[in-house]
């Protein structure tokens, strides 16, 4: 027998980027286990990338490329179901132009060859491109109109804090390799606070947790902005790194403190305590993403932009405002240039494809993604694809987006992955390295795109295995700097172009060069009615960051209420979830931690069996930086009929 222990790093959407160690026997992998040797790593995988291999040996796996005949997707090979896609999107081109195609990539797989995709599109249209992020829109608008960027300090910077407060953020589920980090940081004195309506694990880390309303954070947030400038608690030379501080604090002042708490739904001391904490610095807000996904997701991180700013928390070692790190900023993408004739808001992606006329998109390519399942309004956009004339979506699982697809084409794993990565969590860079060859009639994107280029007569502009274009992706700005491909093959490397201190000079890359401090209230989040009084939030867990489900959940998906939130109902009762939109079946789980305004289910769930939670949810925008208010939505329980 023989047996390998190959290295590669995790390709999923999240912060971690997990450098993985997997035991290879006989061309199977066996065991996969966090690498000991990665910083961040530290020899320990998440509870859903430790499961990995059920997803990777599954025999639900697509391995052939499949066409849709008679109104079924059929097992066909690759000349035949490419040929078909080259000719439709040829004659959409000729009849109506390439702005009738539309390219819809997610995160369902990171990596930079991902764009070539993207890259394929602009030189063969350019097509209808898509504008926002379902998860981060509204908060990577925030902290670049704030600090003219958006970026964090390094993640080991936290053991120099005094105070770190967790906004919105569950790193258990979130983040986990964030946790010893955290532990360090408590041992050498640092206090931690946990501020979220949904009471969590996290809360074992910290010494205080807060619940307010959901939505109301902007509003807590003005609170202790009030509390800090009442008690000049404010750094004393913030006018030289800030703008607006006075209309930030005419802001803040608008009500007494009493009523920004009573809007938050939470008692005065807890202003008292956080306002404590950022006064008693240096203090870091670690910014969940969470917090943008709401109708004021935008001003609730420049809310938290601002307190870090002007109590002089910005730019010193320990603090900060950290949303996320730049997960690209590494890599060249100068040659990808982005232009489109118009774009699709991917929280609205049903409705304006729906809606798109002069000309009406006929076609759509489905990169790393299953919009049906994680997307807003998750029958409509079932709808809208189903109406298009070519749907080729590129997996290899059959999601709810592939069912509906008219051509599937199968792609590797993460296991089977070539590619380049970065993180959004932390600063080390590195390359995903296959450990085993994928199915004989798998192919990686890249590959796809390629064959596809050759065929429509742009196969020159995507030559290139994937090590040439991991260097040129290198070549600007990490090759200058002596750091090469064979280097990140032997280990993920920190990127050299982020320094320890994000903002270290207090200068900005602001107009000014200061940070512009918010001075208008965002839109107000939505308010709890008698006839739907919970908010509806659909959380990642321990199996599903996504749709991408280890194993999938036995129906019907389970809510989370606390006792008082389903009056006439017993634990584990069978009940139905409904919104304004949509229901779907339930099964009642109490948790008296939780706000009698929430209800949880988990993230992800399946469209064709009834457990996707988008189903109920509207499709709307954040208040800026075309985000989805996906945890706006009001539901209500009642008995199964």
Known sequence: MSVEHKKTLCNRDCPDVCSIVATVEDGRVTR????KDHPITRGFLCARTSRFLETQYSPARVTTPLVRRGGQL?????????????????????ESGASAIFHYKSGGAMGMLK??????????GP????????????GEWAQALDFGEIESSDMFDLLHARNLVLWGKNVFISGPHLIPV?????????????VDPVHHRTAELCERTWQPRPGGDFALAMGVARLLFERDWIAADARTWCDHVDDFRRLAESQSVGAWCREADLPETAVEDLAERLHAGPTTILVGWGMGRRLNGGGIVRALDALGAITGNIGVRGGGVSFEAKRRGAFDFSFIRGTAPRWINEPQLGQEILAATSPPVRAIWITAANPVAMLPDSSTV????ASRELVVVVDSMLTDTAELAHVVLPTTTLLEDDDLLGSYGHHYIGVSK?????PPSVRSDLEIIQDLAARVGLGEALAGDARAWKRRFLAGKLTPRGITLEQLEQAPIRNPLVGELVHEDRKFRTASGRVNLVTERPPSPAVPTREYPMFLLSLSTDKSQASQWARPPEAPCEVTVHPDAAPGLVDGALARLESAIGSMSVRVRFDRAQRTDVALVPKGGHLRAGMCANALVRARLSDDGAGAALYDELVRIVPAT
């Open 32 to 35: 996969i286990q966090g690498d």
């Open 74 to 94: 059929v097992p066909c090979g690759w000349d035949e179901a490419l040929e078909l896609i080259t000719a439709k999107l040829l004659a959409i081109k000729r």
């Open 115 to 124: 764009h070539l995709t993207d890259y394929f599109f602009e030189l063969f």
């Open 127 to 138: 097509i209808t491109g898509k504008r926002g992020d379902i998860c981060t829109g509204a």
């Open 182 to 194: 955290l532990r360090d940081a408590k041992k050498r004195g640092a206090r931690l606070a946990l």
């Open 382 to 385: 079932a709808r809208a694809l």
């Open 434 to 438: 296959p450990v085993v060859a994928p």
